[in-house]
């Protein structure tokens, strides 16, 4: 794979070209995500049957010249690649920071919000209980120094 994005810290046709490059068969999770219709998928599909890179790269083109804002449109695409599970093509985008929102809301999902809420529920059951087993080795040794 080429050195990915070693030229500007920017979003023009050579970041798009080698992000197409990098993303292979993951560009049409990534268009789902960017809210391409499957007919509009199919489309770049048909337009280079057998090449991925080409149909990644029309896909992205074709998102990106609809941006009217491009910083939003950075953010929105940051987030889609962390959604697909592609948090090393996302840090090579500008202003790249590990809490990106979510694409398309800048709240999170409930499937993420959930699962986030079911981690922290854990974890807080974990405390507890570290906690009790702690009171109640404190109780017995103050049990056996009162008898």
């Known amino acids: 794979m080429l050195s990915l994005f070693s030229l500007g810290r920017t ?5 798009l ?3 197409a490059l990098n993303l292979y ?9 960017l ?4 007919a509009e998928i199919r489309k770049f599909e048909r337009l280079a049957e057998s090449n991925p890179e080409v149909q990644a790269y029309q896909m992205l083109v074709s998102w990106w010249e ?8 950075e953010e ?18 500008p202003g790249y920071a590990t809490t990106a929102p979510r694409a398309g ?3 999170q999902s409930s499937e993420h919000q959930s699962t986030s809420d079911a981690s922290d ?15 109640v080795a404190q109780t017995s040794g103050n049990r056996s120094s009162l008898t």
């Open 11 to 15: 979003v023009d046709e050579t970041f």
């Open 35 to 38: 809210h391409f219709r499957p």
């Open 76 to 93: 929105w695409l940051r987030s889609a690649l962390v959604q697909i599970g592609r948090r090393d093509l996302a840090a090579k985008i």
């Open 121 to 135: 529920i854990n974890k807080k059951k974990t405390r507890v209980l570290e906690a009790n087993r702690t009171d």
């Open 25 to 33: 068969t993951d560009w049409q999770r990534l268009a789902d995500k």
């Open 105 to 107: 809301n800048k709240r």
């Open 17 to 19: 070209q080698t992000l």
């Open 66 to 73: 609809e941006q009217a804002d491009h910083r939003e449109a």
